[in-house]
């Protein structure tokens, strides 16, 4: 199975500022065929279900704040929030779906 | 709308298994893949298998082979998952969660999730 590692495990940020956080997978993600990264990026808040945010490692899902963004190939990837708002308050995880198992990160938290 | 709807919490003692549905509505039921996902607490999510909504065929996380059945009901728009012989350790919170339409392993509806403790 693809393990994967996040970090930092939790992070304070102030309203405004910008938040950084990164995954690594234990293979490469990216099919050469397609030149796709195979990671996903997930929102979740408190008594809430994961929520969708970035697919193929910088996609934005529709209805997405463009204050999120993603970056990041082949085994290292990151989440970038400019400008942290209120609402962000969550943990965020990474998943791959290069191949089965589909594996998730342990997470971040981040907080004001 | 997407819509996915869990049954509710379970209390299960060991041994005992536990069934969780899942109803779908707002899509064609039969065009997606449904997976299952769990969560315990504290950690983060851990995938356990897949129903092809279509023809039944299933695929599940090698962890939980033998102990994991995934069914569906196309009449009705729900998938089952039922755990049998649960343990402490399946204490979690269960999640259904439908395959995207461009790539089978991630997930872009979720339901709302059923809380399932097991303790003697």
């Known amino acids: 199975d693809i393990v994967m590692t996040q970090s930092p495990d939790s992070l304070a940020v102030s309203l405004g500022e910008r938040a950084t956080f990164t995954c690594k997978s234990s293979?490469?993600?990216?099919?050469?065929?397609?030149?796709?990264?195979?990671l996903a990026w997930y929102q979740q808040k408190p008594g809430q279900p994961p929520k969708l945010l970035i697919s193929?490692?910088?996609t934005r899902e529709s209805g997405v704040p463009d204050r999120f963004s993603g970056s990041g190939s082949g085994t290292d990837f990151t989440l970038t929030i400019t400008s942290l708002q209120a609402e962000d308050v969550a943990v965020y995880y990474c998943?791959?779906?290069?191949?089965?198992?589909?594996?998730f990160g342990p997470g971040t938290k981040v907080d004001i | 709308q997407v819509q996915l709807v869990q049954s509710g919490a379970e209390v299960k003692k060991p041994g005992a298994s536990v069934k969780v549905s899942c109803k779908a509505s707002?899509?064609?039921?039969?065009?997606?893949?449904m997976h299952w996902v769990r969560q315990a607490p504290g950690q983060g999510p851990e995938w356990m298998g897949v129903?092809?909504?279509?023809?039944?065929?299933?695929s599940y996380a090698q962890k939980f082979q033998g102990r994991v059945t995934m069914t569906r009901d196309t009449s009705t728009s729900a998938v089952y998952m039922e755990l049998s012989s649960p343990r402490s350790e399946d204490t979690a919170i269960y999640y259904c969660?439908?395959?995207?339409?461009?790539?089978?392993?991630?997930?872009?509806?979720w339901g709302q999730g059923t809380l399932v403790t097991v303790s003697s």
């Open positions: 998943q791959q779906y290069y191949t089965a198992p589909p594996t």
């Open positions: 969660a439908r395959g995207t339409a461009s790539a089978l392993y991630y997930f872009d509806y």
């Open positions: 707002g899509y064609t039921f039969t065009g997606y893949y």
């Open positions: 193929w490692a910088s």
């Open positions: 293979q490469g993600v990216v099919y050469s065929s397609n030149n796709k990264n195979y």
């Open positions: 129903i092809n909504t279509s023809d039944g065929t299933t």
